[in-house]
C-alpha cells in the first residue's frame, strides 16, 4: 500500500504559503509507516518546531489501474475519508530553500491520520462536500471540494501516467486555506459534511 499526495490543490492554501497556483498537480508519497489509523494520537516529533495541520479528502483506490482514462477514472475509487497531513513546515521551507526533496518534512512517522471510510455513493454531489477541522473546538480550516484545482478524476489519471495504482493505495487530495501549527495537547476533531470522522489528540 502507497501514499499519494496532491500538494497546492486549493489556490487559496497555495497563496497563503507564497506559492504559485499549479499547472499541474504536485505529487509527493508519503510510505505505509506514516499512516495513523483509528484516531490514534498523533506523537509530535521532536525534530520540528513548526508541525502543521492539513485536513484532507482521502480517496481509497477500489481497483488497479496504469494510464487510466479520466472517463473512467470514478470507477477507481468508491470510497473516502478524511485524513492529516501532517507536515514539518520548517523543515519543508529549508529544503525548499535549497531545492531539496520535501520527504523528510511529509513522510515522518504518524504524517498521515485516516479516518474510517464512507462509501462516496453516500454522497448526491463528491464536487460539492464542505469539510473542515476543529482544533480545541475552534474551526481552523474548512473547504469545500468544489474549490478543488485538480479533480479526484484528474488527479487518478495524472498520477497512474506515472506509477500504477493498485486497490487499497490512498490519495490525499489537498488541503483548502487555514494551515498552522498543532502542539501537544491539542484535540483535533475532524468533519466530513456533518460526520465526525477524525477525533484525536497530539501528545
Ligand atoms: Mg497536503
Known amino acids: ?5 496532491i500538494g497546492r490543490n486549493y489556490a487559496e492554501h497555495a497563496k497563503e504559503l507564497n506559492n504559485p497556483v499549479p499547472t499541474v498537480p504536485v505529487i509527493f508519497m508519503k510510505p505505509d509507516t506514516a499512516l495513523l489509523k483509528e484516531n490514534k494520537p498523533f ?4 525534530f520540528s518546531e513548526d508541525i502543521h495541520h492539513e485536513i484532507e479528502i482521502v480517496l481509497k483506490i ?5 494510464h487510466i482514462n479520466e472517463k473512467f477514472a470514478s470507477g477507481y475509487f468508491d470510497e473516502m475519508a478524511l485524513g492529516v497531513d501532517f507536515t514539518a513546515r520548517d523543515i519543508q521551507q529549508r529544503h525548499k530553500e535549497k531545492g531539496l526533496p520535501w520527504e523528510l518534512a511529509k513522510a515522518f512517522d504518524g504524517s498521515a491520520p485516516v479516518s474510517n471510510f464512507v462509501p462516496k455513493s453516500k454522497f448526491a454531489d463528491i464536487y460539492n462536500l464542505v469539510f473542515k477541522l476543529d482544533i480545541n473546538g475552534q474551526t481552523r480550516q474548512q473547504g469545500n471540494t468544489k474549490d478543488l484545482l485538480f479533480s479526484f478524476e484528474r488527479i487518478i489519471t495524472f498520477v497512474s501516467k506515472y506509477i500504477t495504482l493498485k486497490k487499497g493505495d490512498l490519495i490525499f487530495t489537498g488541503t483548502p486555506q487555514g494551515v498552522g501549527k498543532v502542539n501537544i495537547g491539542d484535540h483535533l476533531e475532524g468533519y466530513l459534511v456533518d460526520e465526525k470522522l477524525l477525533d484525536f489528540y497530539v501528545k
Open 43 to 46: 506523537y509530535h516529533p521532536d
Open 1 to 5: 500500500m502507497k501514499i499519494i499526495a
Open 62 to 66: 477500489s481497483k488497479e489501474g496504469k
